[in-house]
Every structure is written in structure tokens, then in C-alpha cells.
């Protein structure tokens, strides 16, 4: 791994362990498309998966995504993505999501196909290099790919066309590698400014993802999983089970 990635990894774990209460914001009821309990495809295939994997229980299903999730989301101004560090929502359930690519344990692919587990992977092209066939098995079992720049600079304070460089870049790395132009978007160290949000609106985002800073996991928060991925994941997959809380899909509430 190179010193970047490993950088950038040391920063996602020191700001995990900070504080805020970013999901305790209350929140009316969402309209549900239907009274269903969970998502027909969300229960692994082997129903004895959570055991290889040392959980205590299998994991509970997610509640059906919201009819109108978008509707929640407060803009930056007119024409510019909503900036999101959690999920308004009163359903008991959290996202998973990971950044730059830079790690590619098999293992993991293994860790969502057999649990079916929702989580989103924010990718940097530099970072991920050669990598790019991981991520390609990943999608296959389940996981979503978005946007985390071509080569994890800060954004902030860049130039428009420097910026719009990064973000519509790696659109298109996406688009050759996968056939997507990624609708969500994460800055590198989570620095932005509305230049940034300005260039990733040009580049068809149409949201920009940071993540729910502190240690205690809440309905809504939006997890930065650091490394080791899968021990990383384990550890809070035992958690969310503890706290009663299930892991959805974060594509289905933006």
C-alpha cells in the first residue's frame, strides 16, 4: 500500500473516533411504498452464514427503503447538491460505506456475498490502480460504486476546473471500468467548498456523501468503515446487532 492510501486511512480512523450527534435530529415518519417487512433479496442464501463469520445471530433485514427519500434533503442553494453526513430517518438502520480502494481482501467479496450486506464503495482512481477487477466482483454480490476522485486531493480551495478535473475524471474512469456514472460523491478528508459542490452538480452528482462523525452508532448514521475491512465490518456488524439496528442500502434513502 502506498503512503497516500495509508494517509488516508490514518485520517478515516482518527475522525471516526471524534464526537457529534449529527443522528439524534428528529424526523417525522417516511411514506412506505408498501407494508412489507424487508427487501424480498436482503436474507443470505445459507442461513448459517453469520455463524462462519463469528456473529452471534443472523442479521436482522433492513425495512423497505422510503418512497420519496430525496424529499428530506436540504440543498446547499439553488442548482447544488445536498451535502449529507447522516440519514434523516426514524428507521433503526445504518449504512456501511468504505473509501479510496486501496484495500482488496477477498475475503470481503466472501463477507457480502454470503451476509448480503448493502455497502458503498467510494473509489479513487490512483488508489485503486490495477485494482479495478475487485470492485468489478464486488458489484456482482451486491455492493454500489461511487465517486472519490481521480487522485484524493483536497478540494477545497482548488480552482473550478482543477475540481470539475477530479470529479467528472473519475465519472468517466467509472463509466469505462463499469458501465455507471456514480450519482454520489465523497470528498477526500471530507474538505469542500461550493466550488466543489458547483463541479460535482457539472459532473451529474447528485448528492455529496461525508459521513456521521462519533464513536456510538445511531439510526441514520452513515459509517466511514476503516481498516481492516472485514474485521473492521465484523466488529460493527456486532454492534448494529446490539443496538438493534439493521445495515441498509444507502442508494435507497438518496
Same mark, same amino acid.
Given at each position: 500500500?502506498?503512503?497516500?492510501?495509508?494517509?488516508?486511512?490514518?485520517?478515516?480512523a482518527a475522525?471516526?473516533?471524534? #464526537?457529534?450527534?449529527a443522528?439524534a435530529?428528529?424526523?417525522?415518519p417516511v411514506?412506505?411504498p408498501?407494508?412489507?417487512a424487508?427487501?424480498a &433479496?436482503?436474507a443470505?442464501d &445459507?442461513p448459517?452464514a453469520?455463524?462462519?463469520w463469528?456473529?452471534?445471530?443472523?442479521l436482522?433485514?433492513?425495512?423497505?427503503?422510503p418512497?420519496?427519500p430525496?424529499?428530506?434533503?436540504?440543498?446547499?442553494?439553488?442548482?447544488?447538491?445536498? !451535502? !449529507?453526513d447522516?440519514?434523516?430517518?426514524?428507521?433503526k !438502520?445504518?449504512?456501511?460505506?468504505y &473509501?479510496d480502494?486501496?484495500?482488496?481482501?477477498?475475503?470481503?467479496v466472501d463477507l457480502?456475498?454470503?451476509l448480503r450486506?448493502?455497502?458503498?464503495?467510494?473509489l @479513487?482512481?490512483s488508489v485503486?490502480?490495477?485494482?479495478?477487477?475487485?470492485f468489478?466482483r464486488?458489484?456482482?454480490v451486491?455492493?454500489n460504486v461511487q465517486?472519490? @476522485?481521480?487522485?484524493?486531493?483536497?478540494?477545497?480551495?482548488?480552482?473550478?476546473?482543477?475540481?470539475?478535473?477530479?470529479?467528472?475524471g473519475?465519472q468517466?474512469?467509472l463509466r469505462?471500468?463499469?458501465?455507471?456514472?456514480?450519482?454520489?460523491?465523497?470528498?477526500?478528508?471530507g474538505?469542500y467548498?461550493?466550488?466543489t459542490l458547483?463541479?460535482?452538480?457539472d459532473?451529474g452528482?447528485s448528492a455529496?456523501?461525508?459521513?456521521?462523525k462519533?464513536?456510538?452508532?445511531?439510526?441514520g448514521?452513515? !459509517?466511514?468503515?476503516?481498516?481492516?475491512?472485514?474485521e473492521? #465490518?465484523?466488529?460493527?456488524?456486532r454492534?448494529?446487532?446490539?443496538?438493534g439496528?439493521?445495515?441498509?442500502?444507502?442508494?435507497d434513502?438518496?
Amino acid at each position: 500500500m502506498t503512503a497516500r492510501p495509508l494517509a488516508a486511512a490514518a485520517l478515516a480512523a482518527a475522525l471516526l473516533a471524534t #464526537t457529534a450527534t449529527a443522528c439524534a435530529r428528529p424526523v417525522a415518519p417516511v411514506e412506505r411504498p408498501g407494508e412489507k417487512a424487508a427487501h424480498a &433479496d436482503s436474507a443470505p442464501d &445459507d442461513p448459517q452464514a453469520y455463524r462462519r463469520w463469528g456473529l452471534p445471530a443472523p442479521l436482522p433485514p433492513p425495512p423497505p427503503p422510503p418512497a420519496h427519500p430525496r424529499a428530506r434533503l436540504r440543498t446547499a442553494g439553488l442548482g447544488l447538491p445536498p !451535502v !449529507v453526513d447522516h440519514i434523516p430517518t426514524r428507521d433503526k !438502520v445504518v449504512f456501511l460505506t468504505y &473509501d479510496d480502494g486501496a484495500e482488496r481482501d477477498p475475503r470481503f467479496v466472501d463477507l457480502v456475498r454470503e451476509l448480503r450486506l448493502p455497502v458503498s464503495m467510494f473509489l @479513487t482512481d490512483s488508489v485503486v490502480g490495477p485494482g479495478y477487477a475487485h470492485f468489478a466482483r464486488l458489484r456482482e454480490v451486491g455492493a454500489n460504486v461511487q465517486n472519490h @476522485t481521480l487522485d484524493h486531493q483536497s478540494l477545497r480551495g482548488l480552482p473550478y476546473a482543477g475540481q470539475r478535473a477530479e470529479i467528472c475524471g473519475q465519472q468517466d474512469k467509472l463509466r469505462e471500468r463499469f458501465g455507471i456514472r456514480p450519482r454520489l460523491f465523497r470528498p477526500p478528508y471530507g474538505t469542500y467548498d461550493t466550488t466543489t459542490l458547483r463541479a460535482a452538480a457539472d459532473c451529474g452528482v447528485s448528492a455529496v456523501l461525508l459521513w456521521t462523525k462519533g464513536a456510538a452508532l445511531c439510526p441514520g448514521a452513515i !459509517v466511514l468503515v476503516g481498516p481492516p475491512q472485514v474485521e473492521e #465490518t465484523l466488529r460493527l456488524l456486532r454492534e448494529v446487532q446490539e443496538r438493534g439496528l439493521s445495515v441498509a442500502r444507502l442508494e435507497d434513502y438518496l
